[in-house]
């Protein structure tokens, strides 16, 4: 069972690592957050997760009041026949 928990939680530490990079951040924040996450890996991961700003493809799309069918419609009506 413990091998389980090991296994996911190194899986949640790299998804997070490679969003981390992926970000449009500095490398100074970005070496600071993987040396949190190496020094403090359960903390730092958290608090990745919780103060991360959320990336333009993470917002959702009923914040506009549009469903993403609604702007898929959308789309395809402004595509010329």
Known sequence: MLTVIVILWVLIWALVVFDMFQRDWRLPTKALWAVGMLI???VGV??????????AGDHDAHVS??????????????QPR
């Open 65 to 78: 009041g549009v469903t993403r069918s609604e702007l898929e419609e959308q789309t395809r009506n402004r």
């Open 46 to 55: 958290i608090a990745y997760l919780i103060v991360r700003p959320p990336a």
């Open 40 to 42: 403090f890996p359960v």
